[in-house]
C-alpha cells in the first residue's frame, strides 16, 4: 500500500446480549463491522468498501511513485499514519485472496481453490517477467530516458542504483529477468506478491483443517526472527524493499481475515469488540497526531508541526517500512479497521462523491499497479523527476492529477483487458 492505507446498519451493537453497553460515543458507528452493513456497500458480490481502499492504496502508489513534491503528497507521505502503500498492496491481497478462496472451497472443494490460487500466481508470474524483459528492451535501446524506471535514486544522496547492467550478456541477462533479479523498483512488489500466492495453498491448509490461530503463530515467529536477523531466501531485487519473511506477515493475516472476515465482523458487534474498536480509534488519532511532527523539510510549514523531534524519531524507529516495524502493522491495523467503519457508516455519501473514482480503481488494483509504470514513465519526460527542481506547485499538482485521470480512464475504457490481469 507509501509509501508510504472499519458501522451497523442498525443491526449492530443492538444484538449483543452484553449489559452495560458503551456510551453511543464511544460505540462503532451502527454497522460498523457487521453484515448488515455489507448490504448496503457491496454490489455483485463484491464487498465495494474494500475496493475502495483498494483504489486508495493505489492513489498512494501513483503518487509516491511520480517522484515530484506536489498538493497530493501532503495526502500520501505518510500524512494520516505511518503507514503507505505497500503494506496496504500485501495485506488486501491476502484478505481478497481469503474472501475468495473460502467461498471456492465452500463450493467446490480445496483442490480446486488451491489449483486456482497457483494458476493465479503463475499468470502474475508470467506478466511481471514479461513487464521486466520489456523495460529491459527499452533500457538497452533508449538507455538514460528510461532511467527513473531502469533505476533508483536515492533522493537524498543523489546516489543512483542502476537496476539493469549496462552491458548485457543475453543468457545472463534472461536468467536474472526470470529468477526476478532485476526490474523497475515502482512494481518490485509484484515479486513478493508471487513469492506469496504461491505458498498460499499451504496456508489454506491450515485455515481448512482449522487452525488459524498456529498459522497466525508461526507467522509472527518468522516475522520476528527475520527483524533480529534480516534473510532474503530467494536472492530476488524486491528482497531489498520487501524482505519476503518479514512481509508474510501481512499477507497471512490478511488471508486469515478474509477467510473469516464474517466471524470477525460478529464479533466487533460485541462488547468486547466494541471496546477494541474504540481503542483502534485511539490508535490512529495517536499516529496520525505523530504523523504531523515529521521534520520533512518539503512539507510546508503550515502542514506540520515543528515541535518534539526526538519523540517522532523514538516511535519512528519502530515503525521503519521496509524492515515493517511492529508499530507500523499496529497502525496499519487500526487504520483500516476504523477506515472501514468510516466507510460502511457514510457509504452513500462517499460512494456519490468518491466512489466512483476509488472503487473501479480498486477493482482493477492489479492492472492500475502495472499501468501505472507507464504513467510514471511518461511523467518523467514531462517533469523531470527529483524534489527540489523549481517547478512550480500548480504544474506537479496538475501532473499528479493527469496521471490519476489517465488510470482511471484506462479502466473505465477497459483498455487490455484481455491481457492484463486486474
Not at 505511518?82 to 500485501?90: A, D, K, R, T, W
Request: proline share 5%; charged share 15%; hydrophobic share 50%.
Amino acid at each position: 500500500m507509501s509509501s508510504t492505507t472499519p458501522a451497523s446498519s442498525t443491526g449492530g451493537a443492538a444484538g449483543s446480549t452484553d449489559a452495560s453497553p458503551p456510551p453511543r460515543e464511544l460505540r462503532p458507528p451502527e454497522g460498523a463491522l457487521t453484515s448488515a452493513g455489507k448490504e448496503v456497500a457491496a454490489g455483485g458480490g463484491r464487498d465495494v468498501r474494500i475496493d475502495f481502499i483498494r483504489g486508495w492504496v493505489m492513489l498512494i502508489l501513483v503518487i509516491v511513485h511520480t517522484e515530484i513534491f506536489s498538493l497530493w503528497n501532503l495526502l500520501v507521505w505518510e500524512r494520516v499514519g505511518m503507514i503507505s502503500g505497500g503494506e496496504g498492496f500485501v495485506l488486501l491481497s491476502g484478505l481478497v485472496l481469503g474472501m475468495v478462496s473460502r467461498q471456492r472451497m465452500a463450493r467446490s472443494g480445496f483442490a480446486d481453490a488451491a489449483s486456482r490460487v497457483l494458476d493465479r500466481a503463475l499468470q502474475i508470474y508470467r506478466v511481471h517477467v514479461t513487464l521486466i524483459f520489456f523495460v529491459g528492451v527499452l533500457a538497452i535501446i533508449f538507455g538514460s530516458h528510461v532511467a527513473e524506471i531502469t533505476s533508483f535514486t536515492d533522493r537524498g544522496s543523489g546516489k543512483v542504483y542502476p537496476l539493469y547492467p549496462a552491458k548485457v550478456e543475453i543468457f545472463r541477462w534472461l536468467g536474472s529477468i526470470v529468477t526476478l533479479k532485476l526490474g523497475p523498483h515502482q512494481v518490485q512488489v509484484l515479486g513478493l506478491y508471487v513469492c506469496l500466492i504461491m505458498i498460499c495453498p499451504l496456508l489454506l491448509v491450515a485455515l481448512w483443517k482449522k487452525r488459524p490461530l498456529a498459522l497466525l503463530g508461526l507467522s509472527w515467529v518468522i516475522y520476528f526472527s527475520n527483524l533480529l536477523d534480516t534473510k532474503m531466501p530467494t536472492g530476488a531485487q524486491f528482497e531489498y524493499a520487501f524482505p519476503v519473511l518479514t512481509w508474510q506477515v501481512l499477507f497471512v493475516h490478511g488471508l486469515v481475515a478474509g477467510y473469516h472476515l464474517q466471524e470477525i465482523k460478529d464479533w466487533f458487534a460485541t462488547r468486547r469488540g466494541r471496546a477494541v474498536f474504540v481503542l483502534c480509534v485511539v490508535i490512529t488519532l495517536f499516529f496520525l497526531a505523530v504523523s504531523q511532527l515529521a521534520p520533512n523539510t518539503l512539507v510546508p510549514s503550515w502542514a506540520k508541526i515543528d515541535a518534539w523531534p526526538s519523540f517522532y524519531w523514538s516511535i519512528r524507529k519502530y515503525a521503519d517500512k521496509n524492515s515493517l516495524g511492529p508499530l507500523r502493522l499496529l497502525n496499519y491495523a487500526a487504520f483500516l479497521i476504523v477506515l472501514y467503519a468510516v466507510l460502511t457508516r457514510w457509504w452513500p455519501l462517499i460512494q456519490r462523491t468518491l466512489g466512483w473514482f476509488f472503487v473501479p480503481i480498486g477493482q482493477a488494483s492489479l492492472y492500475v499497479f502495472i499501468m501505472h509504470l507507464v504513467a510514471v514513465q511518461v511523467s518523467s519526460m514531462i517533469i523531470p523527476f527529483g524534489f527540489v527542481t523549481g517547478t512550480p506547485m500548480w504544474a506537479t499538482t496538475l501532473l499528479h492529477t493527469g496521471e490519476l485521470a489517465f488510470l482511471w480512464l484506462l479502466v473505465r475504457h477497459k483498455v487490455l483487458f484481455r491481457w492484463i490481469p486486474r
